[in-house]
């Protein structure tokens, strides 16, 4: 049973930084693209980060520079590092798992329930 399960989320003010994890399980972690989307109140569902099955990453243009994606094979774990958050970041996240490498479309199979952040100016 493939599971997905998010941690880290928090309230923080402008300019502050958080690290989100998720955990994975029931599946080869190493050979699945992964990702990390948000969701705000009222809002689609967008794409952030993603990182490839050989570490390549790609980002969304308004966390470039902020944020950083990164997979730890070993321990079955994706991470998102935030910096330099802005109230705009403030919305539910989730990590995706597949796989095909879709990048920042929505597309995944797996997901998690997600984590809140909400950043206060």
């Known amino acids: 049973q493939v599971q997905l399960v998010e941690s880290g989320g928090n309230s923080v003010q402008s300019g502050g930084s958080l690290r989100l994890s998720c955990v994975a399980s029931g599946f080869t972690y190493s050979s699945y693209y992964l990702a990390w989307f948000r969701q705000a109140p009222g809002k689609k569902r967008e794409g952030v980060a993603s990182?490839?099955?050989?570490?390549?990453?790609s980002y969304a243009d308004s966390v470039k520079g902020r944020f950083t994606i990164s997979r730890d094979n070993a321990k079955n774990t994706l991470y998102l590092q935030m910096n330099s958050l802005e109230p705009e970041d403030t919305a539910m996240y989730y990590c995706?798992?597949?796989?095909?490498?879709?990048?920042?479309?929505?597309?995944?199979?797996?997901w998690g329930q997600g984590t809140q952040v909400t950043v206060s100016s």
């Open positions: 990182v490839d099955t050989f570490g390549h990453t």
């Open positions: 995706a798992a597949d796989q095909t490498n879709l990048l920042l479309l929505d597309w995944y199979k797996y």
